[in-house]
Nanobody, 125 residues
């Protein structure tokens, strides 16, 4: 398993912005496809965005497309999620994940074994 540490969550007003970060510890991030998932209270964990090893491919869920941007800095061993125009329905715990295989909107949570501890994002209306 890969050790992942998220940060950047917090309380933000509707329409505001937030930037999440996820650092990969003890591994080389360029060997991994990276992704962000989220889990709202009482809901299942769901795909948000993913990015390929070279950043050539990026995937987004329909609910965040056009508002969120995933990026990575392999030199810093970090992946980011820029969240713009956030909405109350974006309130959730956001989790970073890493895989040596592709991560796409169709990837099942059970197919992924490496997760961070999560960071809480709360959007006030």
């Amino acid at each position: 398993q890969v050790r992942l540490v998220e940060s950047g969550g917090g309380l933000v007003q509707t329409g505001g912005s937030l930037r999440l970060s996820c650092i990969v510890r003890d591994e080389i991030i360029s060997e991994f496809f990276m992704g962000w998932f989220r889990q709202a209270p009482g809901q299942e964990r769901e795909f948000v965005a993913s990015i390929s090893k070279s950043s050539a491919m990026k995937y987004y869920s329909d609910s965040v497309k056009g508002r969120f941007t995933i990026s990575r800095d392999n030199a810093e061993n970090t992946v980011f999620l820029q969240m713009n125009n956030v909405q109350p329905e974006d309130t959730a715990i956001y989790y970073c994940t890493a895989s040596r295989k592709y991560i796409t909107p169709g990837t099942a949570v059970t197919d992924l074994s490496s997760w961070g501890q999560g960071t809480q994002v709360t959007v006030s209306s």
